[in-house]
C-alpha cells in the first residue's frame, strides 16, 4: 500500500453507509492517486463490500471498530458511550498522527463533540467553526461560517472565522484571493450589532492578510458577492436553514406552475429532468464537505445523505485540505490578531 | 364624499408614483366599498391622473404637499427636513385622527423615522417591529417579524412581537387562532440565546391568549410550520434577505436547467410563463403590505416597486387592519404581559 497522504474514514455514519461510503472511497480512489484510506467500522461487512472495488480494495485497510454511533444519538451520550465506536476510532486516527484528515457523514453533533473532545482548539483559536459552502449565482459557491458550532460569538472569534474561512476557500477553491465579508443588516459602517463592528475594525487594524471587503447583507449570500461569509453560529444556521427551505418552496412552486395550465403535460415532462438539474445543483452532495475548522486536525462533515459521489467530494474537500498551507496559512494571521491593538476591539470608531 | 374608513395615501412615494399609487386606488376603491382616501402629494399631477379614474375621483380627496421625500434620503435628514412632504403629511393625517391608516411605497427608513416620531409607540410597547409575509409550501403565508426595525431584542420585547404579529395575523388572513413561534437554531428547550428560551417562558408563565408553539428553525419559515415567526431584527433582516436571495437563485438556475439539453427550445417556451407565474406568486407585490407594528396609528408599508395591484393590495391589508379588533386585541395581551411574574424573563428554567 503506497501514498503520501493518509484519510481516516468513518465506514459507518451516513444514512446509506457502510454501503455509500465504500462506494464513495471506491470513486475518490478512482480520481485521486497517492492516498491512502483507513476504513473504520464493521471489519466483515467492509471487506465484503470492498470486494467489489477493486481499485479501493488495494488502497484501503479496514479498522475493526466494535460499534456504531446511530444518527439519533445526544452529543454528550456520544461523548460518554462512543469510545470504540467507528467515528471515535476514525478521529482518534488523526490524533494520533496516523491520518492527515478525517471525513464522516454519520451524526453531525457527535462527530463535533467527539473532534472537539479529542483534538481540542488549535492554539489562538477560541472555539472552531462549522463552515459550509453555498451555490450562488457566479457560477461557484460561497463559503459560510459559522454555521452552528457556537451560539454567539464576539469580535475576535469573528475575526477567527474569517481566518480559517478564508484559507478553507483558497485551499478548496483554487483561489488565490478570496474575498471576506461580514454578513450584517446593512453595508454602512454604523449597522449591526457592535460585536461585528468590532470585528471589522478589528480585521483592519490587525492589518490581516486578507481581502476583506466590509459588510455584506442576506442575499448576497447567493449572489456570490464575496467568496466567504462570516457570522456566528446562530445567525449562520437561521440564515443556511432559511435558504434550504426557501429553495425547497420555490422549487414546488415551479413544479405546480409548470404542471398547470393549457402545457400542462408538456411541462412535466420538461419539468422533471429540469427539477432533478436543479436538485443536484442545489443538493448538498454536489458542494458535501463541510469542514469543521480550528482544530488540531482536519476534520470534514459530509452530508448524512449524500450519495456516493457527494462521498467522493467529501473525501476531495478533506484530500485538498491536507495537501493545503492552511495551517501556515491561519497560523500567520492569528499571530498578527493577536499582534493587534487590544483596543480595537472594545473602541466605537 | 361618504364612507366609514379612511385611509392616508402618500401619493409621491415609491418607484413608479404617482402613477402607479393612483392606479392602485382605483383597483382598491372599486374592490373595497366604504372607504375614503386623502391623497396627499402634487395636486395638480394627482387631480390629472384621478380624471382617468371616475371611480377613485369620487372617493379620494387631494390634499397638497409641497415635496417629496427622496428613495435615497437617509432617515435622520427626511426628520429634519421632510415636514411638509407628502409622507410626513400621510403620517400626520393618523396622528391628528383624520385617518384610521396610513399607506406608502416611499423610503422606507424615512417612513418608519417620521412614523415614529408623529405617532410614538404604543403603550405597553417598548420598540415596534416591522411584520413582513412570506409565502410557504401550505399555499398561505407566514408572517415573520421583527425583520429590521431594531437590531437587537430583549425577552420582553420578542413576547410584545409575538403579540402584535399574531393579531396582525388574524385581521389580514382571518385565521381565528394564528399559531406562534420563535425562530431558533433548535426546537428543543435548551437551544439557541438567554433571549430566547426566556420570551419562550414569558409567553408561557404570563398565560397569554396565544396559541404558542415553541421554538422552529429557519427552514419552517417556507414550510409554514406556524403562521407567525417571530424574532430580532437582526436575524429576521437576514432571513428574509437570504430567502430572497435563494428564490432569485433557484430560479436562475432553473432558467438554465430548462433552457439547455435536447428539449431547449420547448423547454424556454415552457419555462417563460412559468417563471412569470412563479415571480408573481414570490413577488413582494402579491403579498404586498408590510407592517410597521406598536404605534399609535396603522402604518403599511408597501414595497418600492410593486405595481398597481401589489399597491392596492398593500391598501386591503390596511383597511383589513383599520376594521379588525386589532388594538383591544394586543392591549389584552400586552396587560396579561404587564402582570406576569417579573422573575420568568430572567431566571433559567
Known sequence: MAGDLVLSIDGMGGDAAPDIVVEGVALAARANGG???LLHGDADRLNQLLEQHEAAKAVCEVVPAEKTIGMDVKASQALRQGRGSSLWNAVAAVENGQANAVVSAGNTGAYMAIAMFRLRTMEGVHRPALATRWPTMKGGYTVMLDVGANVEADAEQLVEFAIMGEA???????????TVALLNVGAEDQKGHEEIRAAARLIREARLDLEFRGFVEGD???????????????????????????????????RESLSSGVMATVGAAIAYPALRKLK????????????????????????GGANASGFAAAIGVAEKMARSHYREEIARNLSRL??????AAGEAS
Do not use: C, W
Open 280 to 303: 443536484t445543483r442545489m443538493d448538498p452532495g454536489t458542494f458535501n464537505g463541510a469542514l469543521f475548522l480550528g482544530l488540531n486536525g482536519l476534520v470534514v462533515k459530509s452530508h
Open 220 to 254: 448576497d449570500i447567493s449572489k456570490g458577492t464575496v467568496d466567504v461569509v462570516v457570522t456566528d453560529g446562530f445567525t449562520g444556521n437561521i440564515a443556511l436553514k432559511t435558504g434550504e427551505g426557501t429553495a425547497r418552496l420555490v422549487a414546488q412552486l415551479l
Open 338 to 343: 493577536a499582534r493587534a491593538p487590544a483596543a
Open 35 to 37: 492516498v491512502r484510506y
Open 168 to 178: 478553507f476557500q483558497r485551499a478548496v477553491s483554487g483561489e488565490e484571493r478570496p
